[in-house]
């Protein structure tokens, strides 16, 4: 998401705008973990919660800040990739081929993603919850 998924001569304000709010929250749940290590420093168990929680949103943080720092160098990636895909798919004849074998790949494509979207939701609020029970 931080290079525009698939990022072309045009700007994205929207996807630089969620690359930007996703830094920025990520930045207060940084804070708010390293607040809340500092708070309870003498309860062990709970301060290694709480370092976990702290590595897995200081690594997304560090992820997402290299991509924006290195989007050129994306961009011309995907550009190069992408020259004959585009090609293809600019055929009326070919794109047809193609995209019609592609129905259950979409299918499962999506299913796939509404997991990993359902999973990963799971998976960031567990942390949360567990602070604040």
Same mark, same amino acid.
């Given at each position: 998401?931080?290079?525009?998924?698939? +990022?072309?001569?045009?700007?994205?304000?929207?996807?630089?705008?969620?690359?930007?709010?996703?830094?920025?929250?990520?930045?207060? =749940? $940084?804070?708010?973990? =390293?607040?809340?290590?500092? !708070?309870?420093?003498?309860?062990? !168990? %709970?301060?290694?919660?709480?370092?976990? $929680?702290? #590595?897995?949103?200081?690594?997304?943080?560090?992820?997402?800040?290299?991509?924006?720092?290195?989007? *050129? =160098? %994306? *961009? !011309?990636?995907?550009?190069?990739?992408?020259? @004959?895909? *585009?090609?293809?798919?600019?055929?009326? *004849?070919? =794109?047809? #081929?193609?995209?019609? @074998? %592609? !129905? +259950? #790949? @979409?299918? &499962?494509?999506?299913? &796939?993603?509404?997991?990993?979207?359902?999973?990963?939701? %799971?998976?960031?609020?567990? +942390?949360?919850?567990?602070? #604040?029970?």
């Amino acid at each position: 998401m931080a290079v525009g998924l698939w +990022p072309e001569d045009q700007y994205y304000l929207w996807l630089r705008f969620l690359t930007i709010f996703h830094l920025f929250l990520n930045s207060i =749940s $940084i804070l708010a973990v =390293s607040g809340f290590i500092v !708070k309870y420093r003498h309860n062990t !168990k %709970l301060v290694m919660i709480g370092i976990g $929680i702290l #590595i897995g949103f200081t690594s997304v943080l560090f992820k997402t800040a290299v991509m924006l720092v290195n989007y *050129k =160098s %994306l *961009k !011309k990636l995907h550009q190069i990739l992408d020259l @004959r895909f *585009k090609k293809i798919l600019m055929d009326a *004849k070919l =794109s047809a #081929i193609i995209l019609n @074998r %592609l !129905k +259950p #790949i @979409r299918f &499962l494509s999506l299913m &796939l993603t509404t997991a990993t979207y359902a999973i990963c939701f %799971l998976f960031s609020t567990k +942390p949360i919850l567990i602070m #604040i029970y």
